[in-house]
């Protein structure tokens, strides 16, 4: 079975400033990684996904993130935020031997962008 | 751009008695899946139908719960009796494959709030 673990439920950061939201995952099989985003009253939206290939992963509005299946994590990252930035991110993962795709979720990380 | 709807936004609700969550997932989507996050948890998957019928369904998706798609565009969640742990935020989601590379569309979610 996998499972995915954020360990930081919050992250405050200030404005144009680098951020790293931290995704390890567990699994006895290769998985697929995907981070959403919630913006407030909005549904989770996909920022970027990992499926195979280059480990280094780009998204929308200018987040990347890395695969390293030696550390079993997927973080993310931005070299300057925004306010806009502001939301709830969620790290995924499904198995893709699985009989449907159902993705299993991490609890989340608040991005809180101060100005 | 097409998006998937929920309503109602926020349910609140005796215990004992039955809610039916609505979704309505993007048209030419085949797909479709429930989730749910108690306050502070993990997002987690309930259950994925395909073709009428329940492709997969989780440990938590029990006889209390049941899906439907009464029509050619809704896509329903019922708890027959709620129970206290039942509270919790429901996303819907919708997808044009069962591949786990393609992308899940979310909805905004319904609060379900038992008393």
């Known amino acids: 079975a996998q499972s995915v673990t954020q360990l930081d439920s919050q992250v405050p950061v200030f404005e144009e400033a680098p951020v790293e939201l931290r995704c390890n995952y567990s699994s006895s099989v290769s998985v697929y990684l995907f981070w959403y985003v919630q913006y407030p009253n909005q549904g989770l939206q996909l920022l970027l996904k990992?499926?195979?290939?280059?480990?280094l992963v780009k998204g929308i509005n200018g987040f990347e993130a890395e695969f390293n299946k030696s550390q079993t994590s997927f973080h993310l990252r931005k070299p300057s935020v925004h306010i806009s930035d502001t939301a709830e991110y969620f790290c995924?993962?499904?198995?893709?031997?699985?009989?449907?795709?159902?993705?299993?979720f991490g609890t989340g990380t608040l991005l809180a962008v101060q100005p | 751009e097409p998006e998937v709807t929920q309503t109602p936004s926020h349910q609140v609700t005796q215990m004992g008695q039955e809610v039916i969550l609505r979704c309505v997932p993007i048209?030419?989507?085949?797909?479709f899946y429930w989730y749910r996050q108690i306050l502070g948890q993990k997002v987690e998957f309930l259950v994925s139908f395909y073709n009428n019928e329940i492709s997969e369904k989780s440990e938590i998706f029990d006889d209390q719960f049941s899906v439907e798609r009464p029509d050619g565009s809704n896509f329903t969640l019922k708890i027959r009796s709620t129970k206290l742990e039942d509270s919790a935020m429901y996303f819907c989601?919708?997808?044009?494959?069962?591949?786990?590379?393609?992308?899940?569309?979310f909805g905004p979610g319904t609060r379900l709030t038992v008393l």
């Open positions: 990992y499926l195979s290939g280059s480990t």
């Open positions: 995924a993962v499904s198995d893709p031997g699985g009989a449907t795709n159902k993705l299993i």
């Open positions: 048209s030419n989507h085949l797909y």
């Open positions: 989601a919708s997808s044009d494959s069962g591949g786990t590379a393609h992308e899940q569309f």
